[in-house]
């Protein structure tokens, strides 16, 4: 079964960086990419940013410059630096199997999620 597991949440204030972990447990073999979304209180999902196996990526208008996804060997990150009030949300790791030219910042491309971690900016 497979499982992916956030760490790295916490709160800063703007201007501040934090570092989200994700750990992938399980994958099936063969291609795959995973992915980073975000819930703030009222909002609806958002795509923040994603990254296939072999090192593809694709990111949220928003947080362009300023976060920045990698990942090995199914561990993914997102470095997040310059951070605004408005990065306030949970934060969700996800992953699927399969090949994509540049990886989706859709969820409903995505089978397996993390259940998530807190960031809070405060202004």
């Known amino acids: 079964q497979v499982s992916l597991m956030e760490s790295g949440g916490g709160s800063v204030q703007a201007g501040g960086s934090l570092r989200l972990s994700c750990a992938a447990s399980r994958l099936p073999n063969g291609n795959y990419y995973m992915g980073w979304f975000r819930q703030a209180p009222g909002k609806e999902s958002e795509g923040v940013a994603s990254?296939?196996?072999?090192?593809k990526t694709a990111y949220t208008t928003p947080v362009k410059g300023r976060l920045t996804v990698s990942e090995v060997n199914a561990q993914m990150y997102l470095e997040m630096n310059s951070l605004k009030p408005e990065d306030t949300a949970i934060y969700y790791c996800?992953?699927?199997?399969?090949?994509?030219?540049?990886?989706?910042?859709?969820?409903?491309?995505?089978?397996?999620w993390g259940q998530g971690t807190q960031v809070t900016v405060s202004s």
């Open positions: 990254i296939t196996n072999w090192g």
């Open positions: 996800a992953a699927a199997s399969g090949y994509w030219r540049t990886p989706p910042l859709s969820a409903a491309e995505y089978d397996y």
